[in-house]
C-alpha cells in the first residue's frame, strides 16, 4: 500500500492524525518525544509538520507513519570549528527513521514499506529541499536501504553528516548505589572526588535545583542563558540557549504536561553549570549542557551529571533510562553503560547541482578532516582548540 501525506489543514485532520500517530507508536512500543505530534506541533508549529502514513490514514488501515518538519537551516562548510561558507537549505527534518507497527519479524516487507516511503517523499520535494535525518541506527533496514538500494541512489544523493557515533545511555538499575557500581572505578572516585573538592571548597555552598514547573521556567532561562553566553558552543558555534522566545514555548508545554525536568547548579548562590531535559514515558532525556568555564577545575559538568542522576533516583518516577540524545562525547560515555551505533544523514534529490555541492562539501570535509589528524600526530590538535576558545571567551 502506498504512503500518503495526510492533510493537516484543519483541527479535525490534526486530531485524526495526533489519534493514528499515537495509535501507530502504542502498538510498535517506541515512544519517543521525537515522535509525539503534539510536542512537535506545540514547538515548532502544525504549518511546518508533514505527516506521511502507509495506506489511508485511518488507524485501522495503516502500518507506518513518518513525521518531518519544514526549516530553514543552512548546510555549514567548516574547517574545524570554524564555517567558512553556509549555504542555504531548506530541510525536512526527521528522527531516527519511520515508525512501523506489527512488522518486528518482517523484514522484506518492512524493506518494502521503507522503500515505497523514500519515493512518496521524494516525489513531494523540490529540487532545492533535503531531508535531514538525525539517529539513524547504522544495523537498521532503513540505513541499508538508503545507503545501498539501487532505487534511493537513483532518487538521492546521501550524504552523511559527520562519521557514525554511538548513541549513549544509561539504562538505570533499580538503586543508585547500583548504578555507581556499574560505573569503572577510576570515574566513580574522579566524580566523588569533585564532588567533595568543589563543596570544600564553596564552604558546602553548593545546590542543585530541578525546574520542573510553569512558575519556575523564567528563572532557569535567566540563569541557564547566563551560564549558555559563557561557553564556547555560544561564542564559538553560534549554539547555545539562544532563542529565549521558543525555549520559553517549549519549557511551558513540557511543564503543562509534567514532563519538564531541568537543572542548574549553583556555587555561592551563583549558577555555574546546567542541564535542560525532560523526562517522557519513562525516559529521560538531556537535550543541552553547558558550564561556565571558569568553574572547568572543579568539573562542574561531571558534577551537575551525577547529582542529577541522584536527584531522579530519589523521585517516585524514577526513569528506566537516561538518554544522551544524538552524537557522542567523552562525558557522556563516562558515565553511559549502554550505546547504539547511529549516524546523521542528508538526502538531497538527485540533480547535477546537488551532486556538485555535495562533492564540495566532502572536499572542504577531507581537508578539515586531514588538518585535524595532522595536528593530531604532530600533538598540536588540543592545544590549539583550546587557544581558538580561549580567544573566543575573550572577544565576546
Not at 531531508?131 to 541506527?137: M, R, S, T
Not at 564553596?202 to 530541578?210: P, R
Not at 546537488?354 to 572542504?364: I, M, P, S
Request: aromatic fraction near 10%.
Amino acid at each position: 500500500m502506498p504512503w500518503t501525506r495526510l492533510d493537516l489543514s484543519s483541527d479535525r485532520h490534526r486530531a485524526d492524525s495526533r489519534a493514528l500517530v499515537e495509535s501507530l507508536l502504542a502498538q510498535a512500543g517506541r515512544f519517543h518525544l521525537q515522535y509525539d505530534i503534539g510536542w512537535i506541533s506545540a514547538t515548532i508549529g502544525w504549518d511546518k509538520i508533514l505527516l506521511f502514513a502507509e495506506g489511508s490514514g485511518r488507524p485501522n488501515d495503516c502500518r507506518g507513519c513518518a513525521i518531518l518538519f519544514r526549516q530553514n537551516r543552512p548546510l555549514k562548510f567548516q574547517l574545524g570549528e570554524i564555517t567558512v561558507y553556509r549555504k542555504p537549505l531548506v530541510r525536512w527534518e526527521m528522527w531516527a527513521q519511520p515508525v512501523l507497527a506489527g512488522l518486528d519479524e518482517c523484514a522484506a516487507e518492512q524493506r518494502e514499506m521503507l522503500g515505497a516511503f523514500l519515493s512518496s517523499v521524494h516525489a513531494e520535494m523540490k529540487p532545492d529541499e533535503a531531508i535531514n535525518i538525525q539517529g539513524v541506527p547504522t544495523r537498521s533496514i532503513f540505513h541499508d536501504l538508503l545507503v545501498n538500494s539501487p532505487s534511493a541512489r537513483r532518487d538521492f544523493v546521501v550524504l552523511p553528516l559527520g562519521k557514525p557515533f554511538d548513541h549513549q545511555f544509561i539504562e538505570l538499575p533499580e538503586t543508585f548505589e547500583a548504578y555507581l557500581k556499574q560505573m569503572s572505578k577510576r570515574s566513580r572516585k574522579s566524580v566523588q572526588y569533585s564532588q567533595r573538592k568543589l563543596r570544600r571548597d564553596c564552604d558546602d555552598a553548593v545546590t542543585l535545583s530541578c525546574f520542573e514547573t510553569v512558575d519556575s521556567i523564567d528563572r532557569f532561562l535567566d540563569d541557564a542563558i547566563a551560564v549558555s553566553k559563557k561557553t564556547y558552543q555560544w561564542t564559538l558555534l553560534g549554539l547555545g540557549l539562544r532563542n529565549r522566545e521558543a525555549l520559553s514555548k517549549r519549557l511551558r508545554y513540557a511543564a503543562d504536561n509534567g514532563w519538564l525536568r531541568s537543572y542548574l547548579l549553583y556555587c555561592r548562590d551563583a549558577p555555574v553549570a546546567f542541564m535542560l531535559g525532560y523526562q517522557y514515558h519513562g525516559r529521560f532525556y538531556y537535550i543541552d549542557v553547558g558550564y561556565d568555564p571558569d568553574w572547568a577545575d572543579w568539573s562542574v559538568g561531571s558534577v551537575l551529571q551525577m547529582e542529577v542522576l541522584e536527584d531522579l533516583y530519589a523521585r517516585p518516577d524514577r526513569p528506566a533510562r537516561f538518554d544522551f540524545s544524538t552524537g557522542y562525547g567523552p562525558h557522556k560515555a563516562r558515565f553511559a553503560n549502554a550505546s547504539q551505533e547511529e549516524t546523521n544523514l542528508l538526502l538531497l534529490p538527485n540533480t547535477p547541482s546537488n551532486r556538485a555541492l555535495v562533492a564540495a562539501f566532502r572536499a572542504t570535509d577531507g581537508v578539515s578532516n586531514l588538518a585535524a589528524s595532522t595536528l593530531q600526530r604532530l600533538g598540536l590538535k588540543q592545544t590549539l582548540k583550546q587557544a581558538i576558545r580561549r580567544m573566543s571567551r575573550e572577544q565576546d
